[in-house]
């Protein structure tokens, strides 16, 4: 019996950037440290545009590879490695959907037990990290800490050990997809405002209200760069 004839897949444009830029930082021999072109010029070298490179250079961020800072540029974290990081982009990319799964069956359910348990010292440590997060944004970041610490905090005002340990499981996981999300275009200003409607359905002590808020919010950092690209 003749072998079946499969589809030809072709690389997406993300991964070809992310090769080139891999092979950038090889030819160059660079080191930990080091820091690459600026993007306007790296896009105008590889022919692409500005978005197609930042979704590329998030890609490799989310690997540990570089490391993208506000006003200081992409910096080296750690050389690449053959071409490890295509397939943990990949690998990535295919487990996104399943992690966003996973946060919209705690996370809703952490906000609901949050505006039901919650102390005023748990509050406090809720408006804290939006404060945080508010920060950040103001001074052109991402927001990433603030966001990071406003989840440990709705979930430690959850009182649900066991919850708490799920999520404390795939924390690298959601640090991936935290990444990805807030690099979004207007998505840190979007984000603390959902943050600030599900903290306030905490403090009214809301649970249905808190759930729906979370799971919105959930929603919306399910809607990233890369699904897209994956998806065409």
């Known amino acids: 019996m003749a072998e079946q004839i499969r589809p030809v897949t072709r690389p997406r444009l993300y991964e070809v950037i992310v090769e080139q830029l891999c ?10 440290g080091d820091r690459l072109p600026p993007e306007r010029e790296l896009a ?4 692409v545009s500005r978005a197609s490179l930042s979704q590329a250079l998030v890609a490799l961020e989310v690997q540990g590879i570089l490391a993208v800072r506000h006003g200081d540029g992409a910096v080296l974290v750690r050389r690449p490695v053959g071409d490890m990081a295509i397939r943990a982009l990949r690998e990535h990319a295919d487990r996104l959907p399943e ?8 996370e809703v359910k952490l906000a609901e037990l949050a505006a039901a348990r919650r102390s005023d010292a748990e509050m406090a440590a809720i408006d804290h990290a939006l404060s945080v997060m508010a920060s950040e944004i103001t001074d052109g970041n991402r927001g990433d800490s603030g966001d990071e610490l406003f989840h440990h905090a709705i979930t430690e005002a959850a009182h649900s050990p066991l919850l708490a340990r799920l999520m404390g499981e795939i924390a690298g996981l959601i640090r991936e997809t935290r990444i990805e999300s807030l690099s979004q275009s207007n998505r840190p200003q979007t984000s603390l405002e959902h943050h600030r409607r599900i903290a306030e359905a905490v403090r009214q002590q809301d649970p249905a209200e808190a759930g729906r808020a979370m799971a919105e919010h959930i929603r919306l950092v399910s809607d990233v760069a890369l699904l897209r690209s994956a998806d065409s």
């Open 23 to 32: 092979k950038h930082i090889a030819d160059r021999d660079m080191k930990p």
């Open 44 to 47: 105008g070298h590889l022919g």
């Open 99 to 106: 992690v966003i799964e996973a946060r919209e069956a705690l």
